[in-house]
């Protein structure tokens, strides 16, 4: 591995951080013992700036650029945002609905097999309104409420990785 700069951070696929590298967790580190890494990173990510200062913490999050991209919100270095798990509220959804629809048929019929993209209750199943005709919509406890008030995962896809910052290295030109 080629030297790397002071407070290089990349992406390493093993359960340990290579020598000379820390676990970018957000654990603070003294600053007499790292003062080069302390004059790159500041108080940014934390620590009071007097004898501590802390790593960036990218456990279970997506880094993204600093600054303002045309017509995006202006984001700042250290800053934090976003959530692991949401409650999506019945306030925040668009007004719709839901017809599915049914026909009368119990199967077999052309017009009410699967192929032609309806339902088909199986014998002794209700799935519809008999009294509505054919086709008639759903019995309204077959399109229920879902969720509880309860947070769903908020995640994006994501691959195991641990993000490593140089603690050693070369100190970075400012030209």
Same mark, same amino acid.
């Given at each position: 591995?080629?030297?790397?700069?002071? &407070? !290089?951070? @990349?992406?390493?696929?093993?359960?340990?951080?290579?020598?000379?590298?820390?676990? =970018?967790?957000?654990?603070?580190?003294?600053?007499?013992?790292?003062? &080069?890494?302390?004059?790159?990173?500041?108080? *940014?990510?934390?620590?009071?700036? @007097?004898?501590?200062?802390?790593?960036?913490?990218?456990?279970?999050?997506?880094?993204?650029?600093?600054?303002?991209?045309?017509?995006?919100?202006?984001?700042?270095?250290? !800053?934090?945002?976003?959530?692991?798990?949401?409650?999506?509220?019945?306030?925040? %959804?668009?007004?719709?609905?839901?017809? %599915?629809?049914?026909?009368?048929? @119990?199967?077999?019929?052309?017009?009410?097999?699967?192929? *032609?993209?309806?339902?088909?209750?199986?014998?002794?199943? !209700?799935?519809?309104?008999?009294?509505?005709? &054919?086709?008639?919509?759903?019995?309204? *406890?077959?399109?229920?409420?879902?969720?509880?008030?309860?947070?769903?995962?908020? %995640?994006?896809?994501?691959?195991?990785? *641990?993000? =490593?910052?140089? %603690?050693?290295?070369?100190?970075?030109? @400012?030209?």
């Amino acid at each position: 591995m080629s030297s790397p700069f002071v &407070a !290089e951070i @990349r992406i390493f696929p093993f359960n340990f951080a290579p020598r000379g590298w820390a676990f =970018c967790q957000g654990q603070l580190l003294p600053i007499a013992q790292n003062t &080069a890494l302390f004059s790159l990173l500041g108080t *940014n990510y934390g620590g009071d700036g @007097r004898s501590t200062f802390a790593l960036p913490n990218l456990q279970g999050i997506v880094p993204m650029h600093y600054q303002q991209g045309p017509g995006l919100s202006l984001h700042v270095l250290g !800053e934090t945002g976003g959530s692991a798990a949401v409650t999506v509220l019945s306030s925040q %959804l668009p007004a719709h609905t839901h017809t %599915l629809q049914a026909f009368a048929g @119990r199967g077999g019929g052309a017009a009410d097999s699967p192929a *032609n993209s309806v339902l088909t209750p199986s014998a002794g199943a !209700e799935v519809y309104d008999p009294g509505a005709g &054919a086709p008639s919509p759903m019995n309204a *406890n077959a399109i229920g409420l879902t969720g509880g008030g309860q947070p769903h995962n908020n %995640l994006m896809p994501y691959l195991t990785l *641990n993000f =490593c910052i140089a %603690l050693q290295g070369i100190y970075p030109p @400012r030209s």
